[in-house]
């Protein structure tokens, strides 16, 4: 009866787009002085002031990238501080997580001090990595790093310890040694946990990259948004968060498609072999 509701897989993507395109018209509407009377405000063009002009925030992003192409230096230094952190955080993490669950005895010393820096507040190293890196690209990526880690770290300990026990014994039963194991066996098992958690990896990397920037750095456009914020220009300030969230969503994208890639020589996230 509700069937007609629901997008198909054909115009989902003109749905989407038509939903984006009405919250656009409708932020105009309520922002635009003279349109619509605005209640909650003191003053008619205090909605533009605190929500911004979409039109002028679309003439901001358009000399960004078309007629000053000022945007890219900016853009390419936050690309590789979070790639920088989310390669460094993912290696390290699947190190670390297959190391301490293959070492009963490491996995119980360093137990609590693992959870210690996994309940510390990441933003509060920030302004640390700043004193001790700089306000260059390692700062912001040893933040970056911090996110990623314990999320790759805690994936691939427990992709470890998932290892089905009758995989095991039978490996063992045809011969395979240790490091026979760790080949055909943990790294399948933890690399497909890995695998499962790339796009809240890579968003982690990205966040750190633009809080370490908004906290101190010379460029970026988490720098940017900071300048912005700074003579209270509004329309700089959103024009500076939609090519964020464009970027991140790219960004997302690009994961996609490698995970899909390697997934195919990959066992599933939690998969065990029932007999």
Do not use: C
């Amino acid at each position: 009866m509700w069937q007609w509701i629901k997008p198909s897989p054909r115009n989902l993507r003109l749905w989407q787009v038509g939903m984006l395109a009405a919250f656009f018209v409708f932020w105009h509407v309520m922002t635009a002085p003279g349109l619509v009377p605005h209640f909650l405000f003191a003053k008619e063009n205090d909605a533009a002031f605190f929500l911004g002009e979409p039109l002028k925030i679309f003439s901001r992003i358009w000399e960004w990238f078309i007629v000053r192409r000022d945007i890219y230096p900016h853009l390419w230094i936050t690309l590789v501080e979070t790639v920088l952190a989310f390669a460094i955080g993912t290696i390290a993490g699947l190190l670390m997580g297959m190391w301490l669950a293959l070492s009963p005895m490491a996995a119980a010393l360093l137990d609590p001090y693992i959870k210690a820096f996994n309940s510390m507040p990441r933003i509060i190293l920030a302004p640390i990595f700043a004193v001790w890196f700089g306000l260059g690209i390692a700062s912001k990526v040893a933040l970056g790093f911090t996110l990623v880690f314990f999320i790759v770290f805690f994936n691939v300990y427990q992709g470890v310890k998932e290892v089905s026990p009758t995989v095991l014994a039978s490996a063992r039963m045809l011969g395979a040694g240790q490091k026979q194991l760790l080949r055909h066996v943990y790294l399948p098992s933890a690399t497909s946990w890995v695998f499962s958690s790339l796009h809240t990896s890579v968003g982690l990397a990205f966040v750190g990259a633009v809080v370490g920037e908004y906290l101190g750095s010379s460029s970026g456009v988490g720098y940017l948004i900071l300048q912005a914020e700074g003579t209270f220009d509004i329309n700089t300030v959103m024009a500076g968060i939609l090519v964020l969230t464009a970027f991140a969503l790219v960004l997302d994208s690009v994961v996609g498609v490698v995970e899909k890639r390697l997934m195919k020589w990959q066992p599933r996230s939690g998969e065990t072999e029932k007999l």
